[in-house]
């Protein structure tokens, strides 16, 4: 496959989850904002901008329609809904020969619906957009899963995909590490990773700090976990390096890199979770961007991937 189609599929899978990732979280932070009166929006919005990597430079005093302005509808932002929506649909154009119909007309259809469903959720409140969002990213999904062949192309985007999510998954716990084990943060964490009501089947409804980071972190059966993330992104890599060799430690730098994290999480003792968690997550995290760069090195032959605006969140 040459590389320029290669990289486009990669990034059409980052920012299809992106997309979805960030509709999934500004959609709880919105509902809650207008339905909590005792939350402060200027300090949550600026708390869920950290999340994001969004500076919220010049805003001044934020509130639930400066925050969905900047992370939903901003075309100066490569990071909000809008901008990862345009730069997904124009990876696609520039790959139409190994893209089916079907997929190259989801992203093309939601990208020429994105100005009057933004004209419709300023009037009406920004949930009708967010679920779009959602919605057509589940169609996208779908779609690449039922057309698509499981070939380089295939391993390509769901390696883009899944690193996107375990960037995001981390993100979001990395956001509330100074909370207590019994803050609803929590179960705030769990719904913008679209883990509520598994989690709540799984532990049978009991919410601590420890079992949502247990849940999130290392979970081998829920998709949207940062284990389940690592684990497909890293059978994609192990796929992709064919050539044989007699060492294992002849592998490339990316997947010898996120074979570690993974391996770290899978045999970590649950008792030793929540022990140094920033930090752990912190390293995580920067794990998963030199991953994304040793990518770019290796197959695409270009500068390394283009980092989230503010790379690491602030605490």
């Not at 100066?76 to 124009?90: K, L, Q, T, Y």
């Not at 259809?109 to 949930?127: E, I």
């Amino acid at each position: 496959m040459l590389a320029r189609n290669a990289e486009s599929l990669y990034w059409i899978g980052r920012y299809v989850e992106r997309a979805d990732d960030t509709a999934r979280i500004l959609n709880v932070s919105v509902h809650q904002l207008l339905e909590d009166a005792t939350v402060d929006p200027d300090h949550a919005s600026r708390q869920l901008l950290a999340v994001l990597g969004i500076s919220p430079k010049g805003q001044g005093e934020l509130d639930v329609w400066k925050l969905t302005e900047l992370v939903a509808y901003s075309k100066d932002n490569p990071s909000s809904i809008v901008g990862s929506i345009n730069s997904a649909r124009e990876n696609t154009r520039g790959a139409r020969e190994v893209v089916s119909t079907e997929l190259w007309e989801c992203l093309n259809a939601t990208w020429n619906a994105v100005p009057d469903r933004q004209r419709y959720a300023r009037r009406a409140g920004p949930h009708a957009f967010l679920s779009f969002v959602e919605e057509r990213a589940a169609m996208f999904a779908g779609l690449a899963d039922s057309t698509m062949s499981r070939d380089d192309g295939w391993l390509f985007m769901v390696l883009g995909c899944s690193l996107e999510r375990a960037d995001m998954v981390t993100r979001l716990l990395l956001s509330r590490v100074a909370d207590s084990a019994s803050s609803p943060g929590w179960m705030t964490v769990l719904r913008s990773a679209g883990a509520q009501d598994t989690y709540l089947r799984t532990y049978r409804g009991a919410v601590d700090a420890r079992r949502v980071v247990q849940f999130l972190l290392r979970d081998n059966l829920f998709p949207r976990s940062v284990f389940h993330a690592l684990q497909r992104a890293e059978y994609c890599l192990l796929q992709l390096d064919r050539a044989p060799t007699r060492l294992r430690s002849e592998k490339s730098e990316a997947l010898r890199m996120i074979g570690r994290a993974r391996s770290e999480l899978e045999f970590l003792h649950p008792e030793d979770l929540l022990e140094d968690l920033p930090k752990r997550l912190g390293e995580l995290q920067a794990t998963i961007r030199d991953v994304g760069e040793a990518v770019s090195m290796q197959y695409f032959l270009t500068s390394p991937w283009v980092a989230w605006q503010g790379a690491e969140v602030s605490l």
